[in-house]
């Protein structure tokens, strides 16, 4: 495949035609976009790290790990809250619902993450663009509103 030829959108049959599809991608087409500041990948942990700016946030990371049959991929989204558990848990629960094939979770750590999935035979440019975009958006719109309801003091009104 030459450099500059579009990279296929057919299904992907094992984790190597995976690997060097999200590869060519993320150091292709998705390194250049405005917005991403970064891309890097850990060949130890077959991890692939992007991280982009926003407006809500001054940057966010995506992490790609690549499994044998699946993609996994997260967001640290924010901090375990002092307070406000039950409302904040509330109204990420109630947010899963906008994702598109990601969603709230909550770490061993107590910490909030964006996490999904994609199956490789289901893994295409557009599935990536489709991820990235999911994440970004829900970064975007929800990480201050987030912030404000599970860091509120209890003096603030409801």
């Known amino acids: 495949m030459t450099p500059d030829a579009p990279i296929p959108d057919a299904p992907i049959p ?19 976009e405005s917005y991403v500041q970064h891309v890097e990948y850990d060949s130890e942990l ?3 790290y992007v991280r982009f ?5 001054d940057a966010s990371t ?3 790990d690549l499994r044998q049959r699946t993609l996994r991929y997260e967001v640290y989204f924010m901090p375990d809250p002092p307070r406000n ?4 848990y509330r109204w990420l629960l109630r947010h899963n619902h906008d994702l598109y094939g990601a969603r709230f979770s909550i ?3 107590g910490d909030i993450y964006l996490t999904g999935r994609v199956a490789l035979e289901h893994l295409s440019v557009e599935e ?4 990235i975009g999911v994440l970004y958006e829900a970064v975007e719109l929800w990480f201050q509103s ?13």
């Open 14 to 32: 094992d984790a190597g035609a995976a690997h060097a599809l999200i590869d060519e991608h993320l150091f292709g087409p998705v390194r250049g």
């Open 46 to 48: 077959r991890r692939w």
């Open 53 to 57: 700016g926003c407006d809500a946030r």
């Open 62 to 64: 995506i992490y790609f």
């Open 85 to 88: 558990h039950l409302p904040l």
């Open 107 to 109: 770490g061993s750590d």
């Open 128 to 131: 990536l663009d489709r991820v």
């Open 146 to 158: 987030a912030i404000t309801l599970g860091f509120r003091s209890p003096d603030q009104a409801s």
